[in-house]
């Protein structure tokens, strides 16, 4: 059930229906060893990696896609036969115009002049619009992946965690905030903005045009990041001791003294935001179709424990 | 026998189910169960008004903002309303543009759901054949006006005069807009012989569509076709129907309902609502639930000004839209609606802001505090200068009437009651369209103004070229005229409709 985007000519926007089917296939796999068993010193390891498709396979009236509306511009969202659901939709983005790709006659979005950013022309036809729009990637990761290893010597123990996913997308709604196209200098941009198309001679890094572009804008992926990220969820170091004796009484049977790091390390491509599975907003801005989507969410915070446990 | 039982139950499940699901739902109401009483059609009749609510938002947002009044180019960021005065080509998703699409044909939707069910059960329910014709009126009245919206945005729509299910829809193009035209003149029509004059409504109903709205819709329709066909498919048929339109004024003079107010300000006055001026107006109340108050005296005036100068809460204007240095030029200096209309510059701590933006409908001391959906005021959609201006714009192109009192007199009255002393003889179609400029300063009048008169492309090219001196926008294009349809449908149903030209 999903609500079908329909013409406003009947007065109505959506109309709720069995949209279509989707197939999902998936695997998980887990390995624990037990790598060193010793009387002073033990070291073991879990690894767990799953592996999640999805692929639309019909839609109603044996249409081929639907794009889901969005309150923020055109649709970047998109349900396609053989795809995987809301597989993200937008045009391409391809560097920075020059004046020779003007002259040479570069596709153009309206107005666009030197400075503002090129644009594919899927379609070759000429102009950029919105059938230059493609698929550039689906939101859910190819892979979600945990390693764990605890490690015990003598009275010591030592775990960690690393945690991480691959193959995702997002789209970032939060660069309607900070990274807009031609964005001026009135409002807070992102932190690569400083690296923006300048001048002919200046022309930055390629990868935002010049400030105050009046072409208008359409989406494309300069707010499409990838959501691979590896990190250290965890560490905990920790000494234990037991029977502890003072003035020859036994006044305390076990103890445990520990510290723990949370998301103290790790990587992440999402530089237009702070957390890549951070999902604060609805992307399409729509209460008729609900997309998570990240829009200003807090980074994990990092954590210090330090901990005492005691048993009387 | 237990056996038995289980299978009979079995055979019962897989038979029960031979006749089609089709039920109404219980929980809710719907079309064919809702209309029941007299007041069941009252209440739909009022779900028809309803679709009015963003009306002079969107006047604000796509016509004022278009036309030269305003100087409302981008700031830096990247504003709604940008695209719409700096002509971007690329404003098919825009919010404004969709809205005014899709808020126009549900209002259409209803219209058409309620003259359904009216002619269906109508005659059989509400036994009073006079409040029949009534209700049937003002749903005539109501469509025609969203219909008339629609083509002056975009042109050529889909004429819908039915409850179209989504299948239909995908297969029922844009209508010429001469089709259109022909289905709001039917309906305003209707209107005008169904509806009783304002004095005739009770109290509580004086809010109503009445007849005299009735007809300065279709003067005014009569006037926009007149207008020259620009060779866009625009709402100017070029048809020479200035007459027409001054017949239908003639009557609201004559029906002796209105009358101009002394005082410019008291037009606006939020103790003085359904004034002599009123021909037809948008009522709003405040502190029901939900909300239904107005928001459009807000729409044109940055936020910055209620909060920090002010110090009252925000309402949502954000940034600045700047009235145009060459409108500020056009007043003269006794002239009262500049001071009245206008908010020129504001400061607070180092701030200073000399830009000057429209504060017409702001009432600082009617200011909502719980909400900033929730103005006190309604909007006046047809006032009585208006009318009697727009009679003397029929005057000066060839209808009936004389030039001293239709034109001279109806101008030096306007400015009289503005504060200015100089009287005018031998007004032009010029002169008229400045003064209306002056007058309807926020109204959202200017556009449509620019574009009946066949002026729209020389008047904003000039004033482009003296006005935009950062040169952010670009040489004026006849298409600009009308807005694109909106991406969205162009999505649905691919290749079903064919954008206007230069979008």
Redesign the interface.
């Known amino acids: 059930m999903l609500n ?10 959506s ?1 709720l229906d069995n949209a279509g089917t989707v197939q999902s296939r998936g695997w998980d796999l887990e390995i624990t060893s037990r790598n060193i068993q010793r009387d002073n010193f033990s070291w073991s390891s879990s690894f767990n990696l799953s592996h999640n498709t999805n692929k639309v396979t019909q839609l109603i009236g044996d249409q081929q896609e639907i ?1 889901i ?1 969005s ?1 923020f ?3 970047h969202s998109i349900l396609r036969v053989g795809q995987p659901m809301y597989s993200i939709y937008v045009v391409q983005q391809d560097g920075i115009l020059t004046q020779q790709d003007i002259d040479n006659g570069a596709a153009l ?3 666009q002049v030197a400075g503002d950013p090129r644009y594919v022309d899927a379609n070759g036809d000429g102009v950029i619009d ?1 059938e230059d729009r493609v698929i550039v990637g689906h939101p859910n990761p190819n892979y979600v992946w945990g390693i764990t290893n605890d490690f015990k010597y003598k009275n010591f123990d030592l775990s960690f965690m690393f945690q991480g996913q691959s193959g995702g997308h997002l789209y970032s709604l939060l660069g309607r905030a900070l990274g ?8 807070n941009a992102l932190g690569f903005y400083r690296d923006r198309w300048r001048s002919a001679e200046d022309p930055g890094e390629g990868r935002v045009g010049k ?2 572009s ?5 989406k494309n992926t300069d707010w499409l990041y990838s959501s691979d990220y590896w990190r250290l969820r965890n560490v905990t170091f920790g000494y234990n001791f037991r029977d502890l004796r003072l003035a020859g009484q036994s006044w305390l049977n076990s103890g445990r003294v520990y510290l723990t790091l949370e998301n103290f390390w790790g990587r992440d491509k999402y530089d237009g935001g702070l957390n890549p599975e951070s999902a604060n907003t609805n992307l399409s801005g729509d209460d008729d179709y609900l997309e998570a989507g990240d829009y200003g969410g807090l980074a994990l915070p990092k954590t210090i424990t330090f901990g005492i446990n005691l048993t009387f | 026998m237990k056996k038995i039982l289980y299978l009979a139950l079995s055979l019962n499940l897989l038979s029960a189910c031979d006749m089609d699901l089709d039920q109404q739902p219980i929980s809710q109401a719907s079309s064919d169960t809702y209309f029941q009483t007299v007041d069941d059609f009252n209440q739909g009749l009022n779900a028809v008004y309803s679709s009015l609510r963003g009306y002079p938002d969107r006047l604000m947002n796509l016509s004022e903002t278009r036309s030269d009044n305003l100087h409302a ?6 504003r709604d309303w940008e ?1 719409i005065n ?1 002509f ?6 825009n ?1 404004y543009v969709e809205e005014a ?2 808020t126009n ?2 209002g ?3 219209a ?2 309620y003259l359904e069910q009216l002619a269906e059960k109508g005659e059989s329910i509400i036994l009073d054949e006079e409040i029949r014709r009534r209700m049937e009126g003002q749903a005539r009245f109501l469509r025609a006006f969203y219909y008339f919206d629609l083509i002056r945005y975009f042109g050529s ?2 004429l ?1 005069d039915r ?4 299948t239909e ?2 297969a ?1 193009p844009r209508s010429p807009v001469s089709e259109v035209y022909n289905l709001i003149m039917e309906d305003v029509n209707t209107a005008i012989s169904y509806l009783p004059a304002p004095s005739d409504y009770t109290l509580e109903d004086k809010g109503r569509a009445n007849k005299y709205s009735a007809k300065m819709l279709l003067g005014l329709v009569y006037m926009t076709r007149s207008g020259p066909d620009l060779g866009i498919g625009g709402a100017g048929l070029n048809t020479n129907e200035w007459d027409k339109a001054v017949e239908q004024f003639n009557d609201i003079i004559t029906s002796n309902e209105f009358a101009l107010l002394p005082s410019y300000s008291a037009i606006f006055d939020y103790d003085n609502e359904r004034n002599e001026e009123v021909i037809f107006n948008i009522e709003y109340a405040s502190g029901a639930n939900p909300i239904v108050g107005s928001t459009f005296p807000w729409v044109l005036v940055p936020d910055i000004w209620f909060v920090e100068v002010l110090g009252l809460p925000t309402q949502g204007g954000l ?1 600045i839209r700047p009235v145009a240095a060459d409108l500020l030029r056009a007043y003269e200096t006794e002239d009262v609606r500049r001071s009245f209309s206008i908010q020129e510059g504001y400061s607070y701590g180092n701030v200073v802001e000399t830009r000057s933006f429209v504060k017409k409908f702001v009432d600082i001391a009617k200011v909502p505090t719980t909400s900033r959906f929730d103005w006190p005021i309604n909007y006046i959609v047809y006032r009585y200068t208006d009318l009697l201006m727009l009679k003397a714009e029929c005057v000066l192109n060839g209808a009936p009437g004389s030039t001293d009192t239709d034109v001279d007199a109806v101008v030096n009255a306007v400015r009289e009651r503005a504060g200015l002393t100089t009287t005018l003889t031998g007004v032009t179609k010029a002169q008229l369209l400045e003064e209306r400029r002056r007058e309807f300063i926020g109204e959202g009048t200017r556009w449509f103004d620019l574009i009946r008169s066949g002026t729209v492309e020389t008047t904003m090219q000039a004033w482009i070229e003296t006005e935009d001196t950062g040169g ?3 040489d004026f294009q006849m298409e600009y005229v009308l807005y694109p349809v ?8 691919p290749g ?1 409709y064919d954008q206007n030209p230069g979008y």
């Open positions: 079908v985007p329909t013409m406003w000519s009947t007065g109505f926007g109309l794009l509306p309150s511009d055109i649709e979005y309206g107005t919105a807009r196209t031609g964005q001026g200098a009135s409002d400030a105050y009046t072409f208008g804008r359409i | 180019i981008s700031d830096g960021g990247v695209g700096s971007h080509r690329t404003i098919a998703s919010p699409w899709e044909f549900n259409i939707f209803r058409n759901n729509v889909p819908i409850v179209v299910d989504a829809a995908k029922i940034t952010q926008m670009r909106p991406q969205s449908e162009m999505n649905t149903a079903l």
